[in-house]
């Protein structure tokens, strides 16, 4: 479940066709089918030692699906094209580290943020766990701000 957010962002930035980055971790794709039920028909659809299938969201019906290595990421990607109920995948990618200061160049400016704390979420070098080792989650409600 801590990975929800992140799944989330990766599906929002990557176009689900693009392979261009050298982070894409092999035979690993987030996928979402149209209702949680289709986990079965793809089941059904292949041998069992094909893939392994684990949830991400079941709300929203992402999964992570892995492919056994036997496969070429032209088979992987057909299988999935052939799926009708498979309504969006995206190769799933390694996470790059960064720094804790945001790189906004006017973040100097914002000492609200600094004052609230926000280099603390900022910083991926705590592994996304706060000091009482509770998982950061983040999430963004944004009708606009000036």
Not at 38 to 50: F, H, V
Not at 61 to 73: A, G, S, V
Not at 92 to 120: I, S, T, V
Not at 125 to 130: A, D, E, Q, R, S
Request: glycine share 6%.
């Amino acid at each position: 479940m801590k990975n929800i957010a992140l799944v989330f962002l990766m599906l929002i930035s990557i176009n689900s066709r693009s392979f261009g980055s050298n982070s894409v971790i092999p035979h690993e794709y987030v996928i979402q089918f149209l209702k949680s039920e289709n986990t079965k028909q793809l089941i059904n659809s292949t041998n069992g030692n094909d893939f392994v299938l684990e949830e991400l969201n079941k709300v929203a019906h992402f999964y992570l699906i892995r492919f056994d290595i036997k496969f070429t990421i032209e088979e992987e990607l057909n299988f999935l094209k052939s799926k009708p109920y498979i309504i969006s995948y995206s190769p799933n990618k390694k996470l790059n580290a960064r720094g804790c200061k945001p790189n906004d160049p006017n973040y100097k400016d914002q000492w609200n943020f600094a004052y609230m704390g926000f280099e603390e979420v900022w910083c991926y070098n705590k592994g996304g766990i706060n000091e009482l080792g509770d998982t950061i989650a983040i999430g963004v409600i944004d009708f606009g701000f000036n």
